[in-house]
């Protein structure tokens, strides 16, 4: 039987809009402060609601200029706020017209808008509705399920409960009936239009149309209404917006209701009463795109969507950006640089930035401003794992190949951004390629597609850190990213597992630059050098062997060498200076960072030029220290003689760093294994070279380093070679090698001369390299 709904909404009035608007007005005010007014003239909601209302404009520009012509849209002020929110004209408001706030306009032939707004958590999604339904008496702000725990949801918590009833009530009542038929078909039937959404709900009456015409004061009580009673709400400048949060997150496609029925038919339910009755609706959440319609444009033609439907996609490149001021812009200038200050505020994610300027403002007084960013990071990423962030969308970060065509699912699970625009460049903040024009989705056996594209292929990504550095320096966190405080070779290992084949961000995190063993290499690097610089080399063997290790600093390890004290000090420095913010920079990426001479953070550049060395590292463009990188993930043990032409390889392409004045002092070797009778100081006496060794080498498994100090006669100039083994049964790298041929060794009178140009291809040393 179906509940009394009567029964349940006594507990309702129509004063808690009311009260929810109130509580969302002090809680945006909060949250916004003296930047309130700036975000409110860059809400997205006004232009795009207004427009959408006086469809039979036509031709409309593509800007909102004065009230008068917003005719009543945004012009609520609320007590206290002291807030203007008058639409002012564009070309007499410089922030205006230097942040080119306009809306994306077509010709428009409907009257009644669907939107979607994408963006991950922490975009400022909510806080752009929140702000919008504040000022809007006719609009009214609510979540899809009941099962949400932050802050700025309590405010709207009653609301929701009321009209989440009113849905779940007009879904049991639906299949009621088709039950009481008592006919197996009919019952068959209904499963099927609740399952394909193509029911046609302009005959049906409405608890959900009720509620809300009861909460906006249409009608005096909740009880049903039908669509044709709804269409009857609808007043010139007196349009009402439903805004609904939360739209089907990803892990919610499956989640059923206390009375049955999937959210997923919650929403494609609202969604259909909605659009029947010219009732604007805006979703907001992750993924929203794919998980509202891959399933919902099954419906059939008829009633799958309405001629008169607007249907808009609000990019995260529309909403209003991060807007610092007061102490949060000093703090953060001072870590990233006063010029990358305005890419700053236009790229990054303003949760984390927010966030990442509270935990700095808490540990004031320390020198290195940039240095503290990465420890006040860790702070701020153990606060977003809360919201089950993907251990694989943090590794993908790291990766230079996965700055472009992720997977939509790093929206709910990570911060990428959806690329609405497919492969070209991301349109100007606030331009009017920021929203884009959906039209109408086409359904063809299993594919739903916009504007001609399959809405599952449509990719994700994340900014480049040249553009967004707080979203490398807190996926850093500190040096310790992942949850459970895991090591990168634990989290490698799941994504490389079986259980991980079904998860679209572990098989983005497989994509990798260079070999399997030279990515990892180069993820656990650039976490590392946003470690305490002091716990570098610690932190390096963790993440990379997955132990503890028994010495903590890098003074400790270097110790262990019987250094002189001068060396002692130079070599702690030098390590600690050249692995330092370390972020991933493609060549061109890393070319356009030296003409602008602006880069603060230092760069982990994979080298594609004729050098072919794996990767070189570059501390930051005022220092003059960095590494070069050398990986190979051999079949066997490396050999006495490969490893002396190994190591004389890496030294010649030492030199090839073109950014660093003087040669780079640290050269850092990752390889499966060396051979038993393989001994690293050997090797250097035969390789070519003008400096003095200290030998850092850490063994598969081991927990403490092992420090030496290579001498040759005469040579003052010292550098550093890190030698670091994963070992051969380690896995995935061992998998990755049983494609390999055996390397035997050759004869080692047959070594290549090392003026030969044929060493530098990776083939001439007779090895199959992945």
Same mark, same amino acid.
């Given at each position: 039987l179906v509940p009394?709904?009567?029964?349940?909404?006594?507990?309702?009035?129509?004063?808690?809009? *009311?009260?929810?608007?109130?509580?969302?007005?002090?809680?945006?005010?909060?949250?916004?402060?003296?930047?309130? #007014?700036?975000?409110?003239?860059?809400?997205?909601?006004?232009?795009?609601?207004?427009?959408?209302? &006086?469809?039979?404009?036509?031709?409309? !520009? %593509?800007?909102?200029?004065?009230?008068? /012509?917003?005719?009543?849209?945004?012009?609520?002020?609320?007590?206290?706020?002291?807030?203007?929110?008058?639409m002012q004209n564009q070309r007499d408001t410089t922030a205006l017209e230097e942040k080119n706030w306009t809306i994306a306009t077509a010709p428009i032939t409907s009257s009644t808008l669907v939107a979607l707004i994408e963006g991950c958590s922490g975009s400022g999604k909510s806080l752009t509705a929140a702000e919008y339904f504040v000022r809007n008496p006719d609009c009214v702000y609510f979540l899809l399920g009941l099962d949400h725990q932050q802050p700025i949801y309590k405010c709207v918590e009653r609301v929701t409960t009321a009209l989440n009833q009113a849905l779940e009530h007009d879904l049991s009542c639906?299949?009621?009936?088709?039950?009481? !038929?008592?006919?197996?078909? *009919?019952?068959?039937?209904?499963?099927?239009?609740?399952?394909? &959404?193509?029911?046609?709900?302009?005959?049906?009456?409405?608890?959900?149309?009720?509620?809300?015409?009861?909460?906006?004061?249409?009608?005096s009580h909740t009880t049903p209404v039908s669509v044709e009673t709804a269409l009857g709400w609808r007043k010139p400048g007196r349009e009402i917006t439903v805004l609904m949060d939360e739209a089907i997150p990803f892990f919610a496609r499956g989640v059923t209701s206390a009375r049955g029925g999937s959210q997923v038919e919650q929403l494609v339910l609202a969604k259909r009463y909605l659009a029947a009755a010219n009732i604007h609706l805006i979703m907001l959440g992750t993924n929203t795109l794919v998980l509202n319609f891959e399933t919902a444009a099954m419906a059939s033609t008829d009633s799958r969507d309405y001629e008169h439907i607007w249907m808009r996609c609000v990019s995260h490149r529309a909403?209003?950006?991060?807007?610092?001021? %007061?102490?949060? *812009?000093?703090?953060?200038?001072?870590?990233?640089?006063?010029?990358?200050?305005?890419?700053?505020?236009? /790229?990054? $994610?303003?949760?984390?930035?927010?966030?990442?300027?509270?935990?700095?403002?808490?540990?004031?007084?320390?020198?290195?401003?940039?240095?503290?960013?990465?420890?006040?990071?860790?702070?701020?990423?153990?606060?977003?794992?809360?919201?089950?962030?993907?251990?694989?969308?943090?590794?993908?970060?790291?990766?230079?190949?996965?700055?472009?065509?992720?997977? #939509?699912? &790093?929206?709910?699970?990570?911060?990428?951004?959806?690329?609405?625009?497919?492969?070209s460049e991301a349109p100007k903040r606030g331009s009017r390629n920021c929203v884009v024009n959906l039209g109408r989705l086409e359904r063809s056996d299993t594919i739903v597609t916009a504007r001609g594209e399959n809405v599952k292929h449509i990719k994700s990504s994340y900014s480049s850190a040249l553009k967004d550095p707080i979203l490398a320096a807190v996926c850093a966190g500190g040096g310790l990213p992942f949850s459970e405080c895991r090591a990168a070779i634990r989290v490698l290992q799941d994504i490389h597992s079986e259980k991980s084949l079904d998860d679209p961000t572990a098989?983005?995190?497989?994509?990798?630059?260079?070999?399997?063993?030279?990515?990892?290499?180069?993820?656990? =690097?650039?976490?590392?050098?946003?470690?305490?610089?002091?716990?570098?080399?610690s932190s390096l063997a963790f993440h990379f062997n997955g132990v503890e290790v028994d010495s903590t600093t890098v003074l400790e390890i270097l110790a262990g060498g019987v250094l002189e004290q001068s060396t002692l000090e130079w070599a702690s420095k030098t390590l600690e200076d050249s692995f330092r913010t370390l972020v991933p920079l493609s060549v061109q990426q890393f070319d356009e960072v030296q003409r602008s001479g602006r880069m603060?953070?230092?760069?982990? $550049?994979?080298?594609?030029?004729?050098?072919?060395?794996?990767?070189?590292?570059?501390?930051?463009?005022?220092?003059?220290?960095?590494?070069?990188?050398?990986?190979?993930?051999? +079949?066997?043990?490396?050999? #006495?003689?490969?490893?002396?032409?190994?190591?004389?390889?890496?030294?010649?392409?030492?030199?090839?760093?073109?950014?660093?004045?003087?040669?780079?002092? =640290?050269?850092?070797?990752?390889?499966?294994?060396?051979?038993?009778?393989?001994?690293?100081?050997?090797?250097?006496? +035969?390789?070519?070279?003008d400096s003095n060794w200290i030998v850092l080498h850490l063994a598969? #498994?081991?927990?403490?380093?092992?420090?030496?100090?290579?001498?040759?006669?005469?040579?003052?100039?010292?550098?550093?070679?890190?030698?670091? *083994?994963c070992g051969l049964e380690t896995l995935p790298f061992r998998t990755a090698q049983e494609g390999q041929q055996d390397c035997a060794d050759s004869d080692p009178g047959e070594l290549l001369s090392v003026s030969n140009p044929k060493l530098l291809e990776p083939d001439s040393l007779g090895l199959q390299c992945q």
């Amino acid at each position: 039987l179906v509940p009394d709904f009567n029964a349940e909404m006594r507990s309702f009035n129509k004063s808690m809009l *009311e009260t929810a608007r109130d509580e969302l007005d002090a809680f945006v005010d909060e949250r916004l402060g003296s930047v309130r #007014q700036s975000f409110s003239q860059a809400n997205p909601l006004d232009g795009l609601v207004w427009n959408a209302s &006086h469809a039979d404009m036509g031709q409309l !520009s %593509g800007t909102l200029s004065t009230r008068d /012509e917003v005719k009543g849209y945004g012009q609520r002020t609320r007590k206290g706020t002291g807030v203007d929110l008058q639409m002012q004209n564009q070309r007499d408001t410089t922030a205006l017209e230097e942040k080119n706030w306009t809306i994306a306009t077509a010709p428009i032939t409907s009257s009644t808008l669907v939107a979607l707004i994408e963006g991950c958590s922490g975009s400022g999604k909510s806080l752009t509705a929140a702000e919008y339904f504040v000022r809007n008496p006719d609009c009214v702000y609510f979540l899809l399920g009941l099962d949400h725990q932050q802050p700025i949801y309590k405010c709207v918590e009653r609301v929701t409960t009321a009209l989440n009833q009113a849905l779940e009530h007009d879904l049991s009542c639906l299949r009621s009936r088709a039950v009481a !038929s008592g006919r197996f078909t *009919e019952v068959k039937e209904m499963a099927r239009r609740l399952r394909t &959404h193509s029911m046609d709900v302009r005959s049906e009456k409405s608890y959900f149309l009720g509620t809300l015409g009861f909460l906006l004061g249409r009608i005096s009580h909740t009880t049903p209404v039908s669509v044709e009673t709804a269409l009857g709400w609808r007043k010139p400048g007196r349009e009402i917006t439903v805004l609904m949060d939360e739209a089907i997150p990803f892990f919610a496609r499956g989640v059923t209701s206390a009375r049955g029925g999937s959210q997923v038919e919650q929403l494609v339910l609202a969604k259909r009463y909605l659009a029947a009755a010219n009732i604007h609706l805006i979703m907001l959440g992750t993924n929203t795109l794919v998980l509202n319609f891959e399933t919902a444009a099954m419906a059939s033609t008829d009633s799958r969507d309405y001629e008169h439907i607007w249907m808009r996609c609000v990019s995260h490149r529309a909403l209003p950006p991060y807007l610092p001021a %007061g102490a949060h *812009e000093r703090i953060l200038a001072a870590a990233f640089g006063e010029d990358l200050m305005s890419t700053i505020s236009s /790229e990054a $994610v303003p949760l984390l930035a927010v966030r990442l300027a509270d935990a700095l403002m808490d540990r004031t007084g320390e020198v290195n401003a940039l240095q503290l960013a990465s420890f006040a990071a860790m702070r701020v990423i153990w606060q977003e794992k809360r919201r089950k962030l993907s251990d694989a969308s943090i590794y993908c970060i790291w990766q230079i190949a996965t700055n472009t065509g992720l997977s #939509q699912a &790093h929206l709910s699970q990570g911060f990428a951004s959806l690329r609405m625009w497919g492969n070209s460049e991301a349109p100007k903040r606030g331009s009017r390629n920021c929203v884009v024009n959906l039209g109408r989705l086409e359904r063809s056996d299993t594919i739903v597609t916009a504007r001609g594209e399959n809405v599952k292929h449509i990719k994700s990504s994340y900014s480049s850190a040249l553009k967004d550095p707080i979203l490398a320096a807190v996926c850093a966190g500190g040096g310790l990213p992942f949850s459970e405080c895991r090591a990168a070779i634990r989290v490698l290992q799941d994504i490389h597992s079986e259980k991980s084949l079904d998860d679209p961000t572990a098989v983005d995190a497989v994509k990798r630059d260079g070999n399997l063993l030279e990515s990892f290499v180069a993820v656990v =690097v650039m976490i590392c050098s946003w470690a305490e610089p002091k716990s570098f080399l610690s932190s390096l063997a963790f993440h990379f062997n997955g132990v503890e290790v028994d010495s903590t600093t890098v003074l400790e390890i270097l110790a262990g060498g019987v250094l002189e004290q001068s060396t002692l000090e130079w070599a702690s420095k030098t390590l600690e200076d050249s692995f330092r913010t370390l972020v991933p920079l493609s060549v061109q990426q890393f070319d356009e960072v030296q003409r602008s001479g602006r880069m603060r953070l230092g760069c982990y $550049v994979r080298s594609k030029d004729d050098s072919r060395k794996d990767a070189s590292i570059v501390a930051s463009l005022t220092q003059n220290c960095g590494a070069t990188v050398e990986t190979k993930n051999w +079949k066997n043990g490396i050999s #006495q003689a490969r490893l002396t032409r190994f190591l004389d390889l890496a030294i010649r392409r030492m030199h090839a760093v073109k950014a660093l004045k003087d040669k780079p002092p =640290v050269v850092l070797l990752a390889v499966s294994s060396l051979a038993p009778q393989a001994k690293i100081e050997e090797s250097l006496q +035969k390789c070519v070279s003008d400096s003095n060794w200290i030998v850092l080498h850490l063994a598969p #498994q081991q927990t403490r380093w092992k420090c030496s100090h290579f001498m040759l006669p005469s040579v003052v100039r010292n550098r550093i070679l890190i030698v670091l *083994e994963c070992g051969l049964e380690t896995l995935p790298f061992r998998t990755a090698q049983e494609g390999q041929q055996d390397c035997a060794d050759s004869d080692p009178g047959e070594l290549l001369s090392v003026s030969n140009p044929k060493l530098l291809e990776p083939d001439s040393l007779g090895l199959q390299c992945q």
